[in-house]
């Protein structure tokens, strides 16, 4: 998406200390997401998100509930807001929580930037650029590789990435 900087999976909403997926606690997996809101809104963000997943179906545990995790009365006010108008174009009750950010844990690395790493050859070649991990993960050029083998993006949107990227 244009205006995300950079997007890592982790762990958020509970108490225990340094959540691995192995012991995960009462935390969730969650998805962090840096972006300018110059190019993008948070309302923007919500849109995806509501169309992104079924945010009316409970859950079978606290590690894979929907919920929105805000950072200001703005984020919480906007949230709640666009959670009623979903539940009113959908007709149906959203079960999508609507929490206040704490903390974020980094999940391990073989979460991070997950359709990527699926594609081996587009990894293996992500890594010569990136040969250290962390700057895979805060790379904004690899958050929109991932969106494309992901199927989030068209075969133009990259070329601009690779554009951007200085590649081509």
Known sequence: MDGVIRTRVGYSGGTTASPT???????SETIQIDY???QITYDQLLEFFWAG???SV???SRQYKSVIFYHNQQQKD???QSKQIQEQARGVSIVTEIESFDQFYLAEDYHQ???LQQNRQIWNELRQVYPIMDDIIDS???ARFN???GGYKTLEDLELILLQAGKK
């Open 21 to 27: 997926y192995r012991n995960i606690g009462d935390h």
């Open 53 to 55: 997943h079924s945010c």
């Open 147 to 149: 969106g494309y083998v």
């Open 58 to 60: 409970q859950a079978p």
């Open 78 to 80: 906007t949230a709640q």
């Open 113 to 115: 930037k997950y359709y």
């Open 140 to 142: 904004t050029a690899a």
């Open 36 to 38: 300018d809101s110059t």
